[in-house]
């Protein structure tokens, strides 16, 4: 199945479960594609010592999710992404498009 999960959150524990069942999902054999939508483009910074944001999305990448970031949300932020590519609106609509299940968090 393919799956697309859209995080426009940059609540840590939201955005920490929301990788954690993307990774589950992949090694259920699942294709997954996450993009991060305005505040959720905030997450790969986000520090919390219960919710570690940061390593779910190492692990979710090492695994062979891909992570898109918007764009136009980063420049806003004045910031950038090591995790994944800086996006448009043309990714998110082809990630919907193809997704047989779209999950938003």
Known sequence: MKVGIVISSNDPETVWNAFRFANFALN???????????KGVECEKLADARFNVPEQMKVFVDNGGEIYACGTCLKIRESESEL????????LYEIVRESDRLLTF
């Open 28 to 38: 259920a054999g699942d294709d997954v594609k996450v993009f991060l939508l305005g």
């Open 84 to 91: 994944c590519p800086i996006s448009t609106m043309k990714d």
